[in-house]
């Protein structure tokens, strides 16, 4: 069953009923619901002295924050909600596989030679580009199951807008599916709370995050945010559409010093330029020759095969960018007919 849930005058409701995982499978504990205050309270932790009881009143693992705190919206929704993205999943087909499910495991991305690089922004969470997918971790209050219900499940004065929690619970929702693929064994896990990484919070046992994850498995297509609806994008891609849909330069600058920026062009400015040599050289050569047209001179076989030879020299370049123009194309047109052909399939399932 669809977790979407709308009032009868179309207006949106939250789009959960209840945490989309069970009580005792929650990974964070400290957080509590207080029925008589109506409010969300952190656990007080017991220091190193016996006498001092540690209050906190913040998000966890984000002391600016308050549990209370007005701005607390505002930080979800920069946390979660991918805006951009949103305004570009109509097209993200021409970016990605039209299939959430496209997501590379953590051991996946290391044997196609990418490092993870740490993100905060929600819009760079599993783009990539070369040698490198960016990835941002999971907060711990995201793993607590009276913060879904708190938050995210029913009315409360502090996420009161249902609109805005509508666009939290779907980036959130989509967010913590995306894990379901990218931890599938052990070995990802380990990656995942490597020291370096710390994707997740520490503390956590595999058996315990599998149990945690899998009831994001249920999580559909409808209940996430357009962004969610296809799973790792291609930055390159990305920048490149963004100037035709987001007017923007570039999605995410991805060099940040000139010399970098202009290295990129070295090499096909390189090639174009010895190609145009070569041709230019057997050009001359072919016009030196013309004036070597006497059967009785010395230089007239020599003159003949380097004749013969510019021509043929200038044949090979014409027939090596055919070829380059050919390949292009081949690539282009099959992941157009591709992605055409999945839309196609997309939206008469939708009918």
């Not at 495991?105 to 819009?123: D, H, M």
């Not at 607590?144 to 666009?167: C, G, I, K, M």
């Not at 009785?296 to 380059?324: H, N, Q």
Request: proline share 6%; aromatic share 14%.
């Amino acid at each position: 069953m669809s977790l979407e849930k709308r009032t009868r005058s179309g207006y949106p409701r939250p789009v959960i009923e209840e945490p989309p995982f069970a009580a005792q499978d929650q990974l964070y504990h400290n957080l509590t619901i207080s029925p008589e205050k109506g409010s969300i309270l952190r656990i007080p932790k017991r220091s190193n002295s016996p006498e001092t009881v540690s209050n906190k009143t913040y998000l966890p693992g984000q002391p600016r924050i308050g549990l209370e705190d007005p701005e607390l919206p505002t930080y979800l929704h920069s946390e979660f909600v991918t805006p951009d993205l949103d305004r570009l999943g109509p097209h993200l087909w021409l970016v990605a596989k039209q299939d959430s499910t496209h997501i590379s495991s953590l051991t996946e991305q290391a044997v196609r030679g990418r490092r993870v690089v740490i993100t905060e922004n929600p819009e760079l969470h599993l783009a990539w580009a070369y040698d490198i997918v960016y990835l941002k971790p999971i907060p711990k209050y995201l793993l607590s199951h009276p913060f879904w219900e708190f938050y995210l499940t029913r009315q409360n004065p502090v996420v009161s807008n249902d609109t805005a929690r509508e666009a939290i619970v779907r980036g959130a929702l989509g967010f913590l599916r995306s894990y379901f693929y990218l931890i599938q064994h052990k070995s990802d896990f380990l990656i995942a709370t490597n020291e370096g990484l710390c994707l997740l919070p520490h503390g956590i046992r595999y058996s315990q995050f599998m149990r945690f994850i899998s009831a994001f498995e249920k999580v559909q297509d409808s209940d996430v945010s357009p962004r969610y609806h296809f799973g790792q994008l291609r930055l390159t891609r990305l920048n490149f559409w963004s100037k035709v849909f987001l007017q923007r330069l570039n999605f995410h600058k991805m060099y940040w010093q000139y010399g970098t920026l202009f290295a990129n062009y070295y090499g096909p400015l390189l090639f174009v330029f010895g190609w145009f040599s070569v041709a230019l050289s057997a050009m001359q050569v072919a016009l030196v020759v013309e004036d070597t047209n006497s059967t009785t001179s010395p230089w007239y076989i020599f003159a003949t095969v380097s004749r013969v030879f510019s021509v043929v020299t200038l044949f090979v370049i014409l027939l090596s960018i055919v070829f380059l123009i050919v390949v292009f194309t081949v690539h282009v047109v099959r992941e157009l007919v591709y992605a055409l052909g999945d839309l196609y399939k997309k939206s008469r399932v939708r009918a």
